[in-house]
């Protein structure tokens, strides 16, 4: 059977992570796979790590990454990649808003032949201005530069074979951009509807200020698919 590793980036959610593990655990053990739990503390500055090594203690299957800082979200997934030990990856939000039980419909999805899953929140629960917005306009830009055209480059639940994780350039805030960056592999890549719930404890990470950021890693992107091959 094979292994899933299941990679989740935190920062600051000691009100999410105990809730969380209950409903992967949930899932995991309900449809009966394999899987680790790679959790990755990004310098928490609340009780995030104290509830992990609790989780932990009660669970050998939980495996604990945590930064001396805070170097971001994709410096977090990067880092989940490298530990894993699984055949597949599976990546989601330690804020409760992607839901755990569509992890078994990924899975299924990947079993048709696809290299890599990428969830779409099509209902997403966010708000429209500082959110939704951004994001709408950042997956037009984003899909037209590199030609991978997806409706949700911001979701971070994802099914990925980890032969394709491990060989991703992750720098900056390029998480975002696995789809395309996996492109380069040659990978056959699908985007799944999901369900996307609101927010219920702590507070959000990302706002319009770092929209610009992911342009100028657009850039970079766009610079990996028009010379990385050559």
């Known amino acids: 059977m094979r292994l899933l590793s299941i990679i989740v980036p935190l920062y600051n ?27 990755v503390d990004d310098g928490s500055s609340d009780n995030t790590v104290a509830n992990l090594v609790q989780i932990a203690n009660g669970d050998e299957r939980v495996r604990i990454i945590k930064f001396r800082r805070n170097f971001g979200q994709t410096a977090a997934m990067a880092a989940g990649f490298d530990f894993a030990e699984g055949d597949v990856v599976i990546t989601l939000d330690g804020d409760l808003q992607n839901d755990p039980r569509e992890i078994p419909r990924m899975l299924e999805k990947l079993d048709e032949g696809f290299d890599l899953v990428a969830g779409w929140r099509r209902n997403r629960k966010d708000a429209a201005i500082s959110r939704k917005l951004p994001s709408l306009i950042a997956n037009r830009i984003i899909s037209r530069t590199t030609k991978v055209q997806l409706h949700d480059y911001g979701c971070t ?12 350039p992750l720098y900056g805030e390029m998480h975002r951009f696995i789809p395309a960056l996996a492109a380069l592999q040659g990978v056959s890549i699908a985007e799944l509807p999901v369900n996307h719930r609101p927010r219920v404890s702590g507070t959000s990470k990302y706002g319009i200020s770092r929209t610009f950021r992911v342009m100028l890693d657009l850039l970079t992107v766009n610079f990996f698919l028009g010379y990385g091959t050559r």
Not at 14 to 39: C, K, M, Q, W, Y
Not at 157 to 168: G, M, Q, S
């Open 13 to 39: 959610e000691e009100g999410n992570v105990r809730n969380l593990f209950e409903e992967l655990t949930s899932v995991i053990d309900g449809a009966n796979l394999r899987a680790e739990f790679v959790f």
């Open 157 to 168: 639940l994802k099914a990925i074979r980890a032969d394709v994780a491990k060989n991703l």
